[in-house]
């Protein structure tokens, strides 16, 4: 079995404890990985926020490597059923950093976001996103 055809049969599941995201912001974080998702016993779907722990940062990133911060997920490998039957899944897991109040941290969000984040109350982000998917 081939590598490529192992990550298609592979189970898209809920981003949970120990998940590592992209993050598509310029905040300054590169990767950062899960701590707790604050909804839902299993874990986080696209649109809800998320703990996570910078595990790679750029130098001079506002954002340090090791320190904790919310995240709200903007693109999830597992499907996520919309009102008119389709589905929308992404090839990756990425997030988006914010602060308490869920002000973005960054000015820009690159590559795609769900129009479902308008329904999350995450406007703010929808206004930086450069491609609303």
């Keep these: 079995m081939t ?3 192992f990550l298609s049969q592979q189970q898209r599941t809920f981003i949970q404890m120990r998940t590592v995201l992209k993050v598509v912001d310029n905040s300054g974080a590169k990767k950062v990985m899960c701590i707790q998702a604050l909804k ?3 874990g986080a779907r696209l649109g809800d926020t998320i703990v996570a ?3 790679e940062a750029m130098p001079n990133g506002k954002v340090k490597k090791g320190k904790v911060v919310y995240g709200v997920v903007v693109r999830a490998a597992m499907q996520r059923g919309r009102c008119d039957g389709s589905e ?3 090839d990756d897991n990425a997030v988006v950093l914010v602060d308490k109040q869920g002000q973005p941290i ?3 969000v690159f ?3 769900p ?3 308008r329904k ?3 406007v703010k982000i929808l206004t930086l996103a450069e491609h609303i998917a």
Excluded: I
């Design 3 to 5: 590598c490529s055809n």
């Design 40 to 42: 839902g016993k299993k």
């Design 53 to 55: 722990s910078v595990k």
């Design 88 to 90: 929308v899944k992404f």
């Design 106 to 108: 960054g000015t820009r």
């Design 111 to 113: 590559g795609p976001v």
């Design 115 to 117: 129009h479902e984040l």
């Design 120 to 122: 999350k109350k995450h």
